[in-house]
C-alpha cells in the first residue's frame, strides 16, 4: 500500500479525469515543474499504482447496448470451485465487471450485449454453462444515472 500525500492525490485525480494531459498541462495545474512530476508518474506506474492507461468510449456514440447486472449463485463455495468461476469468468467478454460478494449470491456481474435476444443467448449458453451454476437473477438497466472511472482518493 502506498502512502499518498496531498499532491500524489491531485496528480493522480487529473490523470484519471484526463490521461490524455501531458506533462506540462500536469505540472502547470500542480505549480510545479514538470520534472517531479514527471518522476511521479513513473514512480506511479513502477510501482503499480497506475495499472493501465485506457480510451473510455461513450457509449451513445455506439450501436444501442443493454447493460444487465447478474447475481449468480454456484451449487458449490469451495475454494477450488470459485476459482474456476473466476477463470471462465475472465475469458467472456460480455463481462465488464464480476465481483465475489458475501451475502444473499456470490458474485455480482455487470454484463452488456446489442439486446434482449443477445442476453437471452448469453445467459442460456454461456453463463448458465458454466460448471457449479446454480442460480442467475437478471436485473435490466433502464438508465444510467452515473457513470465514473475516477477512484476518490480522498476517503
Known sequence: MLKLDAVDKKLLTLLQENSK???????SSLNMTKT??????KRYEKEGLID???AVLNKDKLESAMVVFCSVSLESQKLEHIETFNRAIAEIPEVLECYLLG????????VVVK????????????LAALANVAQIKSTFVLNQV??????????
Not at 494531459?21 to 505540472?27: S, T
Not at 452515473?146 to 476517503?155: A, C, D, I
Open 103 to 110: 451475502g444473499a449470491n456470490d458474485f455480482m456481474l455487470k
Open 52 to 54: 493501465k492507461y485506457v
Open 146 to 155: 452515473k457513470h465514473s472511472t475516477v477512484y476518490p482518493l480522498e476517503l
Open 115 to 126: 439486446d434482449l435476444n443477445a442476453y437471452h443467448q448469453f445467459s442460456s449458453g454461456k
Open 21 to 27: 494531459l501531458n506533462i506540462k498541462e500536469v505540472a
Open 36 to 41: 517531479p512530476v514527471y518522476e511521479r508518474i
